[in-house]
């Protein structure tokens, strides 16, 4: 069955430091990965996804991910967050055209 | 078109009565998809659409759930005789399946059934 998990629900970092989000997936075939980022009651946006080729994938906002297809792993990091990257971020995983299986969060809180 | 767009974007309806959601695509889109969001949880699938055509429904959470995209433009979704458990954020998303593969979410409606 397809399942991702986040295995933290929520993480804080300091201003300025670096950060990275777990995410693990199980999926029969090869994925179509996502991160989407949520603020509080808004819609999810985008930030990067991975489809083939590079595994390392540049998204918005200073953000990018690594697949390691041998770790069934899509982490998401940015070198130095603002506290405006504050939010929930999702990582989810699909194939072309196909709905996507989210895992639950990790919500990020940002402090001075 | 500056994107997915939903209405209501807030709705609280007391239990019992049904509820209708709207969703408006990117206009060139022909894949549209809803979600559910509950508290602390992703996005769960429900339904989604090919045009005015219904590829998957059998993720509807219930036989109170239903979905239309009559012309293959707009959708809805209904509950009939909604529960407090169907309080969550509903979500809908489009993309163009020709297109990159990505989906654009909306702001989502949240329901509130006391």
């Known amino acids: 069955a397809q399942s991702v998990t986040q295995p933290d629900i929520h993480i804080t970092v300091s201003e300025g430091a670096s950060l990275e989000l777990r995410c693990n997936y199980s999926?029969?075939?090869?994925?179509?990965l996502f991160w989407y980022v949520q603020s509080p009651g808004q819609g999810l946006q985008l930030l990067l996804k991975?489809?083939?080729?590079?595994?390392l994938v540049q998204g918005i906002k200073g953000f990018e991910a690594e697949f390691k297809r041998s770790q069934s792993s899509f982490n998401l990091r940015k070198p130095s967050v603002h506290w405006s990257d504050a939010a929930e971020y999702f990582c989810?995983?699909?194939?072309?055209?196909?709905?996507?299986?989210f895992g639950k969060g990790t919500r990020l809180s940002v402090i001075a | 078109d500056t994107g997915v767009s939903q209405d209501p974007r807030h709705k609280i309806t007391k239990r019992g009565q049904n509820v209708t959601f709207r969703c408006d695509p990117i206009?060139?889109?022909?894949?549209l998809y809803w979600y559910r969001q509950t508290l602390g949880q992703g996005p769960e699938f429900l339904t989604y659409?090919?045009?005015?055509?219904?590829?998957?429904k059998s993720r509807l959470l219930s036989d109170r759930f239903s979905a239309e995209r009559p012309k293959g433009s707009f959708s809805t979704l209904e509950i009939q005789r909604t529960e407090q458990g169907d309080s969550a954020m509903y979500l809908c998303?489009?993309?163009?399946?020709?297109?990159?593969?990505?989906?654009?979410f909306g702001q989502g409606t949240r329901l509130t059934v006391v």
């Open positions: 998303a489009s993309s163009f399946i020709e297109g990159t593969g990505v989906d654009f």
């Open positions: 999926y029969g075939a090869t994925p179509y």
């Open positions: 991975y489809f083939s080729g590079d595994t």
């Open positions: 989810a995983v699909g194939a072309w055209g196909t709905p996507l299986v």
């Open positions: 206009s060139e889109h022909n894949r």
């Open positions: 659409f090919q045009n005015e055509a219904q590829l998957e």
